[in-house]
Nanobody, 115 residues
Framework: QVQLVESGGGVVQAGGSLRLSCSASGNIVSMNVMGWSRQGSGKQRELVASITRGGSPTYADSVKGRFTISRDNAKNTVYLQMNSLKPEDTAVYYC?????????WGKGTLVTVSS
């Protein structure tokens, strides 16, 4: 089992920045991929970004150039730096981890971007 705990959500004005963190514990040795997804009210869940243990990132087109994912393997932590936030970025952000895809998920942290 893997436990994932997100932090760093909150309320920010459009154009502002937030940094999300996710701490992993449990059977994490095989968790090659970590990442973030989000779900806004009335919207489908969207994969935002992911990163391999070796540091190769992928991003959704909607966040490219604004969000940066990183991870600290020694701390079993993944981060999501979010800049130039827009009201449409408002969502619950979930941290995920898995050996290939994102299989385990945290409970989420709410990000609200006001216009």
């Amino acid at each position: 089992q893997v436990q994932l705990v997100e932090s760093g959500g909150g309320v920010v004005q459009a154009g502002g920045s937030l940094r999300l963190s996710c701490s992993a514990s449990g059977n994490i040795v095989s968790m090659n991929v970590m990442g973030w997804s989000r779900q806004g009210s009335g919207k489908q869940r969207e994969l935002v970004a992911s990163i391999t243990r070796g540091g190769s990132p992928t991003y959704a087109d909607s966040v490219k150039g604004r969000f940066t994912i990183s991870r600290d393997n020694a701390k079993n932590t993944v981060y999501l730096q979010m800049n130039s936030l827009k009201p449409e970025d408002t969502a619950v952000y979930y941290c995920g981890a898995g050996p290939v895809g994102l299989r385990y998920w945290g409970k989420g942290t709410l990000v609200t971007v006001s216009s």
